[in-house]
């Protein structure tokens, strides 16, 4: 039966763990998202210069990320902020991976968008407020580009698990989900962080779910400890932004850690992580 005949109960058969009961995992070059060990990809809001994004692919390589984030194309609220550089902004990517060798992921808001995205980079972001513009999840379904979907902020998870089948029911099967927060009534935070979907999308859903603390709080000094949390709820990986000037940035310097706290933050992960290997080898000698 091909991907398109598919019938079920499930609104998201190909996404749903009923039908395939083993994790998913995506490779991009040499790494691999959804296995035991955390993916970190880390970078700035907005691309905003080739320096800028070279020096920081550097400084992100040197802290532990294993992959690149910049934003070319920016949805920004308002439309008198920094909208991005757009297409350059996908070259200047495409030479801070030729320099550091790490792969990188940018957003793309268009199908338009979707022809020079795929020359220059290695995995395409979906952003939250076009987690439902199914025009583009199915044109992104076309491609053979893993794609990074990100929680819409007022979707439910029933709603983003059907947005990741309009992607894999046009043959893409390379599906990362992101959660970055919902809206609530609280305002403490820019959102409130649903971790809580995290074990929900790994008992419904094979898929690997990657956690974004920074959209996910909107504050630089809360990402390292949601971080944690995001990691013991059993997350495959964070996206965090990080910036060398967080306080020049041209967008989200609010949210946005330096290289400094991004390397504590690893270190630290990178403790959690034997401790947690030990503990299960415990669990398995003595359990
Ligand atoms: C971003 O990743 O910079 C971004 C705009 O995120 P979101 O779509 O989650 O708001
Ligand atoms: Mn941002």
Known sequence: MSTREVRSNCPYPLASRQNQAANSVITVHDIQIGTHSPTIIAGPCSVESLDQIVELAKEIQAAGAQMLRGGAFKPRSSPYSFQGLGDRGLYYLAEARKVSGLPVVSEIMEASQLDTACDTIDVIQIGARNMQNYSLLKAVGRTDKPVLLKRGFSCKIEEWLMSAEYILSEGNQQVILCERGIRTFETATRNTLDLSAVPVVKERSHLPI???????????????????????????????????HPEKAASDGQQTITPAELKLLIDKIHLFYKIEKNTNKEVALHG
């Open 210 to 244: 990657l956690v974004d603390p920074s959209h996910g709080t909107g504050v630089a000094r809360y990402v390292p400890s949601m971080s944690m949390a995001a990691l013991a709820a059993g997350c495959d990986g964070l996206l965090i932004e990080v910036h060398s």
